[in-house]
């Protein structure tokens, strides 16, 4: 019988959780999870637990983190939902980071702010099992119905005789019970939650601040060797030959050799050397001789020619509605437009890492990455090693912003380690090499033109964008598309949006909220433009075109439905706490935008100054967030200002161009990074509701730059369309 003949296994749900007893006493409640990996239809033939809770005979609480933590607080929120219905007093609880197991945690990544929705639920259902065992083995002591017992952060009260029990008298009585099955347990009313909602620092704050290790750039081992991998500064381009004697003779340097075929890495050269300052003078004496082919005819000034020769034709028509040319040719007001946006770097604080020991035919590997079973699988694949034979432990990372979910610097590790069997091997990329080697955000254009009807209402969009795509006219890069279903599609009858591809070598890859980061600068900057062409408030010309309180579906499969009442919500909330309206001296201006992106709906309200030579000052941001409820306050707001600066900091100086095929930036000497005195003051509020929770890396982020481009034009004038903002000249008289 072949393997796809056996029958599926049927699945009780309640083999989804089991408790059992500890070595020493105590209970360990072990938990299969489904996660975005699996569905419930697709699960694996026998229980394979992907989740645990350990409290011991001394009532010590530890809760398992599966997912890489980023700095979004990750490793401290989702703990906070088992310990919500667990009851668990938080400081008896201690956080351990999941290593990577293929198969076991479903995915284990960081990115699309998936976490949250992801696993809210399930670990409520876990947490309130382990609370009901706690319960029903109090009940048993005390002879008592179960129904009498209630726990109370980290003991158990009988409710009549007052008497209680700490968890850690009822662990060894609860080991022996049978768990109760996911849905067989009451969840709390949100309303007596005592951690959710709640500000709580973070679990890893203190090892922050005293410096322990925690980075991948942290990892050290005995007997440990140091490694740079140079590749080729055009895109594509290959190493034919380099001074590698000259180089082998120098201190401290042990091995270097050239990289020309191996698959799954790009070629380049390795160095490795005894210590990381040997390894890098190393790398800056090398004298290479490159491959570069046609690479190095890649230009930004071309993309941006050849999208303004696009623009004089029409584009592929990824979406029609209605009529726009008749509006267009009746509208009492009609505003054309040209934007654009550069390419933009990751610039994680954290370069790329990763420490690797192959030995016996088995790989270890420490790594800030995102995406830990991509980097086996690439690593797997390249080096030919099974996956089974290679164990990944995830450390913090310093930065991700979506560049580690790339494995290029995890596979040129394990192939240096593979080669020096026995030895571990630190690489260590440059702050030059993590901005010139990376995956960019996208360049983009767009050719706008809209109309206002008597009403001052908007009754026609067109869109010709022009995108890139990685050597290919086809299909766009990673995060560079636009949804046929983008606002205002479903909110204008008239509506056509067209999508042109320029063949790029330019490595592009996921940013932070891909694609909306960019997009809702153009979306929101236009309709912008049109309030203001149609003489009406920006708040109020948004409201009106969002229209009554409904759900309104999607026509891709692939995008969100939405809904228009939390969108106007967040609208309204964020121009109330911001004081939107007031009357502003000239050089002083409020801009308004709104965006929805990973399931977020966020407005924001940005307050500037703009003196009269042209010098910008960003006041005040204020955020209006509705993602559901709040886990953890402390974090969420951080993840808002923390999205909100990172916006300014990109929109104002940052930029990555592209000339005969390599990356002219290379630190942040020409990729500025925001200063502590350009900071505004960041203000946030939540909308918190019963609607399923959301995450919150990401969708604070786009709607931060149309608000500050708005407010420029209500300062003074000028309409920013085109980024960074430092390019713009905002003088005025």
């Not at 699309?112 to 706690?134: D, I, K, N």
């Not at 590997?365 to 990944?392: C, F, M, R, Y």
């Not at 010709?464 to 606002?487: P, R, Y």
């Not at 499969?557 to 939107?580: F, H, I, N």
Request: hydrophobic residues 40%; glycine residues 8%; neutral net charge.
């Amino acid at each position: 019988m072949s393997q796809s003949t056996l029958p599926r296994p049927t699945f009780d749900r309640r083999d989804f959780i089991k408790a059992s007893a500890l070595a020493g006493g105590g209970l360990l409640l072990s938990a299969l999870i489904p996660s975005r990996a699996f569905s419930k239809t697709d699960l694996p033939s026998s229980f394979e637990p992907n989740f645990f809770i350990r409290i011991d005979s001394k009532g010590a609480i530890t809760i398992i983190s599966k997912n890489p933590e980023i700095g979004q607080g990750i490793k401290t929120s989702l703990p906070m939902i088992v310990a919500e219905e667990l009851e668990a007093p938080w400081e008896s609880v201690t956080v351990e980071a999941a290593p990577y197991v293929p198969g076991l945690f479903g995915w284990q990544g960081a990115g699309g702010s998936g976490a949250t929705p992801g696993h809210y639920h399930y670990f409520r259902q876990v947490g309130a099992v382990g609370r009901a065992m706690l319960e029903n083995a109090a009940a048993q002591t005390w002879g008592v119905s179960s129904d009498e017992c209630q726990a109370d952060q980290g003991v158990v009260k009988h409710l009549k005789s007052k008497k209680t029990l700490a968890y850690k008298d009822l662990v060894a009585t609860a080991a022996t019970m049978e768990a109760p099955a996911l849905e067989e347990v009451s969840l709390k009313d949100p309303k007596t939650f005592k951690l959710l909602g709640k500000r709580i620092t973070g679990v890893d704050n203190r090892k922050l601040v005293t410096g322990e290790p925690l980075f991948g750039i942290d990892q050290q081992a005995e007997g440990m060797r140091h490694a740079c991998y140079l590749k080729c500064p055009a895109f594509g381009g290959s190493p034919r030959s380099a001074n590698l004697e000259t180089i082998k003779r120098m201190k401290g340097v042990v091995d270097a050799y050239l990289v020309t075929d191996q698959a799954g890495i790009a070629p380049g050269i390795a160095i490795v050397a005894s210590d990381s300052w040997s390894a890098q003078k190393a790398m800056e004496s090398l004298q290479v001789l490159w491959n570069e082919g046609s690479v190095s005819e890649q230009n930004s000034l071309l993309y941006d020619q050849n999208a303004q020769e696009r623009f004089a034709s029409e584009g592929p028509v990824i979406r029609e509605d209605g009529d726009v040319e008749a509006v267009f040719s009746q509208a009492p007001t009609v505003v054309e437009a040209q934007y654009k946006y550069p390419y933009l770097s990751h610039a994680t604080l954290e370069p790329q890492n990763t420490t690797a020991l192959y030995q016996d035919g088995k790989l270890t590997i420490w790594s800030p990455t995102q995406n830990p079973g991509s980097a086996v699988d690439q690593v797997a694949s390249s080096l030919e090693i099974p996956k089974e034979n290679i164990h990944l432990e995830i450390t913090r990372i310093g930065g991700g912003f979506g560049r580690r979910l790339m494995s290029d610097f995890v596979a040129e590790a394990a192939y240096i380690a593979k080669r020096n069997e026995g030895v571990p091997i630190k690489l260590t990329w440059t702050r030059e090499q993590d901005m010139q080697q990376d995956y960019y955000r996208a360049a983009g254009w767009h050719s706008l033109k809209g109309a206002v009807d008597s009403d001052g209402k908007l009754a026609a969009w067109k869109n010709h964008f022009v995108t890139l795509g990685h050597n290919s006219t086809e299909q766009s890069g990673h995060g560079a598309g636009i949804s046929s279903d983008e606002l205002p599609a479903r909110f204008v009858e008239h509506y056509l949006q067209q999508q042109s591809i320029l063949s790029s070598n330019v490595p592009m890859g996921w940013w932070r909220a891909p694609g909306s980061c960019a997009l809702a600068f153009v979306i929101q900057s236009f309709m912008d433009e049109l309030a203001v062409a149609a003489k009406v408030d920006p708040l109020a010309f948004r409201l009106n075109l969002l229209g009554p309180d409904r759900k309104v579906p999607a026509d891709n499969p692939r995008s969100p439905d939405y809904d228009t009442a939390r969108m106007k919500g967040v609208l309204r909330q964020a121009a109330e706490k911001a004081g939107w309206g007031k009357s502003l001296a000239k050089g002083r201006g409020q801009g308004i935008a709104f965006h929805f992106s990973h399931q977020g709906y966020v407005a924001v309200v940005a307050d500037v100054s703009v003196s009269q030579n042209g010098s910008l000052k960003v006041e005040k941001l204020t955020a209006a967030v509705d993602v559901g409820p709040i886990v953890n306050l402390s974090g969420a707001e951080n993840q808002v200002h923390g999205s909100m600066l990172d916006a300014l900091n990109s929109a104002w100086r940052q930029e990555i161009t592209v000339e005969n095929g390599r990356v002219r930036q290379g630190n942040f000497d020409t990729y500025p990074m925001l200063r502590i005195s350009d900071a505004p003051k960041l203000d946030a509020v939540f909308i918190q509701s019963d609607n399923p929770p959301t995450g919150l890396g990401e969708p604070a982020f786009p709607p931060t730059t149309p608000a500050i481009t708005n407010a420029i034009y209500a300062a003074c004038g000028k309409r920013v369309r085109s980024l960074p903002l430092i390019k713009n000249d905002l003088s005025w008289s």
